[in-house]
Nanobody, 130 residues
Framework: VQLQASGGGTVQAGGSLRLSCADSGRTFTTKAMGWFRQAPGKEREPVAV????????FYADSVKGRFTISRDNAKNTIHLEMKRLEPEDTAIYYCAVDNTKGYIVARSTYYDTATGFGSWGQGTLVTVSS
């Protein structure tokens, strides 16, 4: 496993958390990377994706304006800053790399299936209480 996600925890609604994903293999600086999440009993869904150079991003409608994805290629990490958390944000959050692209795809449905993504980290649990 090359990606390690961390930073999850339990917070009250309205609170904040910062997730991190470390690339121990140091091989993904030319690839887009993203965060996905899976809530109990639900399908996995995309949260945010960032291009290889950090200049372009994709956000799911449900997190726009509340979450911010960033990356530091010098440290081989990406982050997900989550603010104004809601109970609906409760899920296991996974980071992954787009093995086929370094840029953001304009067609947002590409991220729904995450077909090109791999090297999934072990996930970190985020629980938001009401």
């Amino acid at each position: 496993v090359q990606l390690q996600a961390s930073g999850g925890g339990t917070v009250q609604a309205g609170g904040s958390l910062r997730l991190s994903c470390a690339d121990s293999g140091r091989t993904f600086t030319t690839k887009a990377m993203g965060w996905f999440r899976q809530a109990p009993g639900k399908e996995r869904e995309p949260v945010a994706v960032i291009s290889y150079n950090g200049l372009s991003t994709f956000y799911a409608d449900s997190v726009k304006g509340r979450f911010t994805i960033s990356r530091d290629n010098a440290k081989n990490t990406i982050h997900l800053e989550m603010k104004r958390l809601e109970p609906e944000d409760t899920a296991i959050y996974y980071c992954a790399v787009d093995n086929t692209k370094g840029y953001i795809v304009a067609r947002s449905t590409y991220y729904d299936t995450a077909t090109g993504f791999g090297s999934w980290g072990q996930g970190t649990l985020v629980t938001v209480s009401s």
